[in-house]
């Protein structure tokens, strides 16, 4: 089955800014606001500020979906629910078709911890994750803000809906886990890789879990260098792919110590049953720097010397979120790593660190039968889309808790 035109509209969107954002990197941040239109479906996809490339500024990767006014009355029309990706992914026992309306089965799992890391201070995390939890039923989170350094970072405002898209989310896939969110200010490297290590100290000292960045930047030769800063034990890290498409690289999504999460699309029919998933957009590509780690030795054939990525991938398009009083739909893959980060914490298998993780997910390959009851294999959407590994979305995206 083809794509549906929403889906095309999207990938072209992305596809067009992929460039138009690098041409307008040189354009000064009051005047860097990118809004595209569908010339498909009408709908609009609109780039923040934050989530535009500069040159040695580490980016969001979301966009608002049709509007960038909050909704006060409810979450927009369209998006999907906690419950209903849950449904889709089989992480409880859900209604058949899983449509959005009546998917209200939760998650429930979760331990140890899961550590956000962003940009800027946002004032009413506790008070907008507290909403969103309670509207969707999720049980109220453990949750604590951390500075890096020590000191309140000023509020960057498009960072705000990157922080309540990505604890909003972590803490729907994983509610039982404990909750931070830890706010960086924004230097040459931000969120600081201060952040970063503070970040997985936390989630160490609760006994271990995960750390979600749903953030990049191009990659450079000097990334090796960084790759040291995901290596605490007990600590699996997650990043976004990004959102450019296939071939444009970004870091720390690159780095052979994350888990690369890349973004997909799911299709519906009239009546709102999910018919399949494909690939949305998210970023893909062999990194020009990185080595090949040894975990991906078995398709060595197909990224030849280098580190591919995404390792896995999740649903990018449509997620609500709550701020400040009001309702918003996000895409991007700062949606798809929060979601895979807490779904890995829930599935509780505890890995010791991140290559411990990604032995495991890849290892699902070598079993024909393992891997086609664990991920879902993402063949369509992109004619890199393949049976197995891809550019498009790893190996895929999760179906149950298994191979997690």
Request: net charge negative; charged share 15%; hydrophobic share 35%.
């Amino acid at each position: 089955m083809k794509p549906t035109p929403a889906v095309q509209a999207v990938a072209k969107c992305l596809s067009v800014i992929g460039i138009a954002l690098f041409l307008g990197a040189a354009s000064s941040p009051a005047s860097a606001q990118t809004r595209i239109e569908s010339v498909l479906d009408g709908r609009r996809i609109i780039y923040p500020e934050s989530s535009i490339p500069q040159p040695g500024r580490h980016h969001t990767n979301y966009f608002f979906v049709d509007s960038d006014i909050p909704d006060p009355s409810g979450p927009p029309p369209g998006v999907e629910t906690p419950g209903s990706l849950a449904c889709v992914y089989q992480l409880v026992i859900g209604p058949a078709g899983c449509p959005v309306a009546t998917s209200t089965a939760l998650p429930t799992g979760g331990w140890g911890a899961i550590a956000i890391v962003d940009a800027g201070d946002y004032p009413t995390a506790a008070a907008d994750l507290a909403a969103f939890s309670s509207y969707y039923g999720i049980p109220a989170a453990d949750f604590t803000v951390e500075y890096a350094g020590g000191k309140k970072p000023p509020v960057y405002g498009d960072w705000e809906v990157e922080e309540a898209l990505d604890i909003e989310w972590a803490h729907a896939m994983a509610p039982q886990a404990k909750l931070f969110l830890v706010e960086s200010v924004q230097v040459n490297t931000d969120p600081t890789w201060a952040a970063v290590k503070l970040a997985a100290s936390l989630v160490a000292k609760a006994g271990g879990g995960v750390v979600s960045m749903s953030w990049g930047d191009p990659e450079v030769k000097q990334e090796k260098n960084w790759d040291k800063y995901f290596t605490t034990p007990g600590v699996v890290y997650f990043a976004a792919s990004g959102d450019s498409g296939i071939g444009v690289s970004i870091y720390p999504g690159a780095s052979p110590n994350v888990v690369s999460v890349g973004g997909t699309h799911f299709n519906r029919d009239g009546n709102g049953n999910f018919v399949n998933e494909v690939y949305g957009g998210g970023g893909g590509n062999l990194s020009p720097y990185e080595p090949i780690p040894s975990y991906q030795s078995g398709i060595a054939g197909i990224v030849g010397t280098q580190r591919g990525y995404p390792d896995v991938a999740s649903d990018f398009c449509c997620a609500p979120i709550y701020l400040k009083g009001g309702w918003y739909s996000i895409g991007g893959t700062s949606w798809a790593s929060p979601t895979f980060a807490g779904i890995v914490n829930a599935a509780g298998n505890k890995q010791p660190s991140t290559v411990d993780e990604l032995t495991w997910i890849y290892g699902e390959l070598a079993s024909p039968t393992e891997y086609s009851a664990d991920f879902n294999d993402i063949t369509q959407g992109n004619s890199h889309c393949k049976a197995g590994w891809d550019l498009c979305a790893g190996v895929g995206s999760p179906r149950t808790y298994v191979g997690k």
